[in-house]
């Protein structure tokens, strides 16, 4: 994409629950609002692991201000791979997320890798400043996700 800002964050935890059940709860984007501190609300398909060409729209919160993305499944293999891909309705960011699953010592491995475009109007936006957000929340997120499920 020329004249945009790219930034990935690349996080992952290991889980103590089946990768079935790891893959079942995070594509269920009911969920979402449990453990992702973005999330303010989903609508669409949200009451199951959402499938391929199915819409889930968030209202997501950055500091005070708020942003629509509807997101669309572009790639699902379960319980092992899923990809979706949203651009944002207030400023024009394109953002991909890609989360990859593994069975390991028991439980799950979850990768998830967030990659950001930002329209070139954004250049004076620092991107370490932009990628240690992006990695900051993506962290917090996935450490709120392991705490939930394990607790349950």
Avoid: C
């Avoid at 935890?13 to 790891?22: A, P």
């Avoid at 629509?68 to 960011?93: D, L």
Wanted: charged share 30%; proline share 3%.
């Amino acid at each position: 994409m020329a004249n945009t800002i790219r930034s990935v964050a690349t996080v992952s935890v290991q889980i103590d629950r089946s990768v079935e059940e790891v893959f079942d709860f995070i594509t269920t984007a009911a969920n979402w609002t449990q453990w992702h501190p973005a999330t303010v609300s989903v609508s669409g398909d949200v009451d199951h692991p959402a499938l391929e060409g199915e819409t889930i729209v968030e209202i997501v919160r950055f500091g005070v201000a708020r942003d629509r993305f509807a997101w669309r499944v572009e790639e699902r293999e379960a319980s092992y791979r899923w990809v979706i891909r949203a651009k944002s309705e207030r400023h024009g960011q394109k953002v991909k997320i890609v989360y990859n699953l593994d069975p390991e010592n028991g439980g799950t491995r979850w990768e998830r890798e967030m990659t950001f475009y930002l329209p070139g109007s954004f250049k004076h936006l620092d991107k370490l400043f932009i990628n240690r957000t992006l990695t900051r929340n993506s962290r917090k997120a996935v450490r709120q996700l392991k705490e939930l499920m394990e607790s349950r």
